[in-house]
């Protein structure tokens, strides 16, 4: 069982940036890919960044390469999303998720956060 808890959400201008972390519970946590998810209002929830146990594979949706960065700490179950050049198009709540599937499919992901809201003002 791996329970997850993101903070880090918030308001910020257009340009800004964001760090979301997500803390994990359970021993299990390095044998999980870890991703980073959004869901904007009126829309499916979609992949945004995710990472191996060992952090030495990173996948990102095209939309946020260049902008986001996903890294881990396995020693502190946590793992993060540093997010720069915000932009409105990227406002949305965002879900830490914990997955066996290397493709980050989002109805294969075995546990979910429970959402952390990120607004970008224009």
């Known amino acids: 069982q791996v329970q997850l808890v993101e903070s880090g959400g918030g308001l910020v201008p257009a340009g800004g940036s964001l760090r979301l972390s997500c803390v994990a519970s359970g021993r299990t946590f390095k044998s999980y890919f870890m991703g980073w998810f959004r869901q904007a209002p009126g829309k499916e929830r979609e992949f945004v960044a995710g990472?191996?146990?060992?952090?030495?594979?990173?996948r990102y949706t095209g939309s946020v390469k260049g902008r986001f960065t996903i890294s881990r700490d396995n020693a502190k179950n946590t793992v993060y999303l540093q997010m720069n050049s915000l932009k409105p198009e990227d406002t949305a709540v965002y879900y830490c998720?914990?997955?066996?599937?290397?493709?980050?499919?989002?109805?294969?992901?075995?546990?979910w956060g429970q959402g952390t809201q990120v607004t970008v003002s224009s």
């Open positions: 998720a914990a997955t066996k599937d290397l493709t980050f499919t989002p109805r294969r992901v075995d546990y």
């Open positions: 990472i191996s146990w060992s952090g030495g594979m990173t």
